[in-house]
């Protein structure tokens, strides 16, 4: 009988963790309709674009789900906090990033996040929160900019705080020019 509580405990408290998170998850992704996923997702891209692209319902990462078939080959993506929309090289880098697989760029690329973001690595593409130096940026609305010859990108500085465009993630394969589109605010830095 006491073995048996002691392995009733254990269990419970390895648990109790996943218990949380997947409640603190779930406060942090609300449920929306689909009509409330496509208007997320469009509010990243001008409307121009926004409104013939292809819808992916991302708000659960783990289940991409197409909303919305496109007819103008950009895609927006409904994610809570970082809604993007891509064209077609975006895509690809998109693809590569996610697969951390070689990444062939054919021309300029251009990517629309008019709603901002909520933080990534300056430097780190595959850095999941803030450290002591990742250089963890939450940015203004903004476009992206990725080029074929990645030598363009030498021309930009890596500072995010300027206000002004800046490389992320500078030395890898997924590097890009962030384009900042609100005048109000620059970048921060998180001081974690």
Same mark, same amino acid.
């Given at each position: @009988?006491?073995?048996?509580?002691?392995?009733?405990?254990?269990?419970?408290?390895?648990?109790?963790?996943?218990?949380?998170?997947?409640?603190?998850?779930?406060?942090?992704?609300?449920?929306?309709?689909?009509?409330?996923?496509?208007?997320?997702?469009? =509010?990243?891209?001008? =409307?121009?674009?926004?409104?013939?692209?292809?819808?992916?319902? @991302?708000?659960? @990462? =783990?289940?991409?789900?197409?909303?919305?078939?496109?007819?103008?080959?950009?895609?927006?993506?409904?994610?809570?906090?970082?809604?993007?929309?891509?064209d077609k090289e975006w895509q690809k880098w998109a693809q590569a990033w996610m697969s951390k697989s070689e990444l062939k760029i054919e021309g300029t690329g251009i990517a629309y996040m008019l709603a901002g973001d909520k933080g990534a690595s300056n430097t780190d593409p595959y850095a999941t929160e803030p450290t002591a130096d990742n250089q963890w940026v939450v940015s203004p609305p903004h476009i992206m900019v990725i080029y074929q010859d990645p030598k363009m990108l030498d021309a930009y500085p890596t500072d995010p705080k300027s206000g002004g465009p800046w490389v992320m993630w500078k030395g890898t394969p997924y590097a890009h020019v962030m384009v900042p589109v609100s005048l109000t605010k620059a970048a921060t830095m998180s001081s974690k």
């Open positions: @009988m006491l073995r048996k509580t002691a392995q009733l405990f254990a269990v419970l408290v390895l648990l109790t963790p996943v218990i949380v998170y997947a409640q603190h998850d779930r406060k942090a992704a609300p449920r929306l309709t689909n009509a409330q996923k496509i208007a997320l997702a469009t =509010s990243a891209g001008p =409307s121009e674009i926004a409104k013939n692209a292809t819808i992916i319902d @991302m708000t659960d @990462m =783990s289940k991409p789900n197409q909303l919305r078939a496109g007819t103008n080959g950009w895609v927006c993506h409904a994610m809570i906090n970082q809604p993007m929309c891509l």
